[in-house]
Structures are given as structure tokens and as C-alpha cells.
């Protein structure tokens, strides 16, 4: 059988199915040529880091895969800082990190790229370490005008300063990144509590969570049942001393068990094994995230709200998911990056899922998605920006409820930026 060259090898089904115009690796001056600006559709290059998103790949659309040429990683021990590849994935960051017995705060799978650190991070260990982008150093890259940008975060001049915030939080519509200096932390074993719970359990364990110090985080799956992960980071006595307090109170779930791992980079979550949920090759998707804060009183309603969503999912590989951030990640001021919500607690993200030629559920599924979406608004009332959604109606709305009052000045540094609009339009 013939190779099709025209497809992107990429864990995102939709986008390794995407029928691309052409794939480049390189960044050369030719990219930003008048092919864009002629063109008569609005056609936009499409950037390939880790590859797990439905944006990186589309039918017609040129990508540019970062994967082959720009995936170094560079480590400076004596100034706890590592300069990536704008194509690295986060589980050669982690190998990497691990022979020097070091860590970052990546989030609950190694898969993602560059996009992960880029549209913010939030990682189970946020609450201590901040996220992803709290955590950069430096940038280099090229902005959709063609201009080499190399940025260090302790001498940026006043016009790169606004540069500076646009990169973290909003780059996709700005640059493509080609390098990143990353703040490394010293590694330490981390405890998981898990396992199945009900709705009445859960309800329980948000409620304690809710009062977490900053090196205990809570995340959970509701697909089929309910799966929760309680994280903690044992850094010194005093994180064993609250660990073990805490302890107790986990005891009264009786179905969750104890797990010790040396660091962080031997953690699996949501592993296959746990069937948590149906992984289907044949299916296509697309991931909604949102933010909000905590739920205090709300707990109960909230758990009801979600029952209720769960009993109706179209597929069953759709899902619901959420991740605590908070504490360091609270600490930052909103105008220091355009990852806005800065109050945030929880982001839980809405997975959405169906079989990939069959348009008729395609479209249930979505509109469940944005159903969903409608439920757990008063909750969760804005978005993260993880994934980039300008193919669905959704796209206008996520994008102001990512950047609020704030979009108009990105709508501005975009213009300047990227004024062909040779990137994702904002
Ligand atoms: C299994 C899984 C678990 C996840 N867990 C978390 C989590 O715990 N916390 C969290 O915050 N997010 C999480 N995410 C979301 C993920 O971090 C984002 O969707 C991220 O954007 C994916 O980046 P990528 O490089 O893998 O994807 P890609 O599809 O390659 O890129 C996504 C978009 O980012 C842009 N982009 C990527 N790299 C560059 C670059 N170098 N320069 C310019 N633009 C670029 C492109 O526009 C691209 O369309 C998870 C995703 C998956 C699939």
C-alpha cells in the first residue's frame, strides 16, 4: 500500500487523521512568505509540540511538526534551570530531569508538548510550585512577523515586557516557540491515595481538599465510576507530619489504597489498567477545559450536577475530569501572564467522544459537551485555553472566557505580533 506523506503521526486521533497540505519541521524565512496572505481561504499554520490536541493538524492546512529539529534538552545544574526544545514532549523533560535528580511540575500525563507549558500547566503539584508558566525563564522563538524573539525573564526591555505575558498563557496565537528555559526543583517521593469512591464519598473528599496545604492536590474521573487521586509530596518532616494527619481521614474510605513512589516520574495516572475509561482508536474527540474556584457550599450540587451529566453521556468514552490548582498558583498577579484566572481552585475539563466517521454523533456529542458546558458554568464559570477550538461555534466564547477583559489587549499585541494572522486566529 502507498504511504500517505500527508498525515502527522500524533496521539490525537483526530489530527493523525487530518489530511494536511503539506508537513514542514523547520522554521525558515519562507514560512512567513505571502503564501497565507494569498491565500483565498482564512488558512493558518498549524504548530505541532506534543501533538495531543485536535488544533495541530487540520484537513488542507499546512503543520509545522517541532518534533524532529527542535527537540533538545539542556540542562545548567548550577543555576537549576533546563532550556527545551520547542518540540519536547513532557516525558523526555521528566527522563531527563530524573538522572539528575530533579522535577518539574508537568501535569497528569507525559504525552503533551511544549502546549502544555505554554497555555499555563497546571500540574498536582501547581499548589507548591506554580504553574507551568510561572516557571519559565526564558523564550526564543519566531512571532507570526517573522521576527526572532530571545527573551530573558530578568532583562526584558519595556516593549518586551507585554511580549513577556503574551508568551505565557497565550503563545499560540502570538509565536511559535522554539526554545524554553525552565526553573528546575529538587525531586522528592510522593505519596497517591486512590481508588474507586461514590458520589456521597467524593462529595466528602472535595470538602476535605478544599483545605489541602501546598503539597497535597486532588484529582478525579467520572466516566463510568469515580476515581480519585490523592497526591501529596513528602519533601521534609513537616510535609510527613501533615501527611499523617491526613491519613487518618482518608482511613475512612475504605476503598482507597496507599501508594509510595520514589518521584513523580514513576506516577501513571489514569492508567489503562484501571479501565476507567473506554480508549478507542476508532473514535475522534474533543477536550472543553474551565476554571473556577472553590466550591465550599456548593459541593453537594455540584456532585448532583455531574451524576446527571454522566447519566447522560452519548458515548461511553466521554468523561468528566477535574484538577486542583491553588495556593502558589494563587499567589501571582493576573497581569503578570495571560493565564487570568488566578483565583482558580479546580479545573475540571469535559471529555467528548465519538465514533470518528459518523457525523450524526458527532454532533450529539458535542452538543452534549456544550450542554455540560451550560451545567457546570455556575461553578465553573471561565476556561482554560488548553485547547484551541477555532473549527467548533464554541471558539468565541472560550476565548473570551479565557482572556476577559484582557482579550482586547491580546486582539492588540496579536496585531503587532502576527498581523497576517499566520497563526490560530484569536
Ligand atoms: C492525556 C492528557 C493529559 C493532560 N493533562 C493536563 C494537565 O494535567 N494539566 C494541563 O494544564 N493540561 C493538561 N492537558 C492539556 C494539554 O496540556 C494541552 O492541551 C496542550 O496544549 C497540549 O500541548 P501539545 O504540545 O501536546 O499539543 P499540540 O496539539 O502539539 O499543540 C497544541 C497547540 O499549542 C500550540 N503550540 C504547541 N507548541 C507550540 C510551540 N512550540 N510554539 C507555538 N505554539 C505551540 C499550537 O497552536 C497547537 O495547536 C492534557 C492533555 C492530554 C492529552
Redesign the pocket.
Known sequence: MKKNNNLLQ???IN?SDAQVKKLIYKVEDNLFNSHYKSSSKPEYL????????S??ARNGFITLD?RKE?NEIHLEKEKNLIRIG??V?MKDLMNYLEKHNKTFPI???K??????I??????PMSRRYGLAIDNIDSIK?YLGNGTFISLEKDSLNSTQKLLWKGLKGA??FL????EIGLKTFQSHPIQIIEGFVDDNELSKIINLSEGFPENLSLQWIFAERIYVYIFAEIKDDSDKEIFQNYLKQFEKFSSLKRKIYKTYNHIDFFPKELDLFELNKNNHSE?I?LLGGDLKNDIQIFVSSLKEIIQNKPNSSCYIAT?QLGLKTKEFDPNSSFFIHRTSTW?PWIYASWKKNDLKEREIVLNWMNESWKKLKPFFPQI?L???HNHLNSHEEEVHLSFGERLHELKTLKNICDPESI??PL
Open positions: 500524533v496521539p490525537n489530527s498549524c504548530v505541532c509540540s506534543g501533538g495531543t490536541t488544533s495541530c517541532l527542535y520547542g518540540g514532549i501535569g497528569l500525563s504525552l503533551p508538548g511544549a502546549g502544555y505554554l497555555t499555563g500547566g497546571i500540574s522563538g503563545a499560540p509565536a511559535i516557540i522554539t477536550v477545559s484538577q479545573k482554560h488548553a485547547q484551541i497563526l490560530p
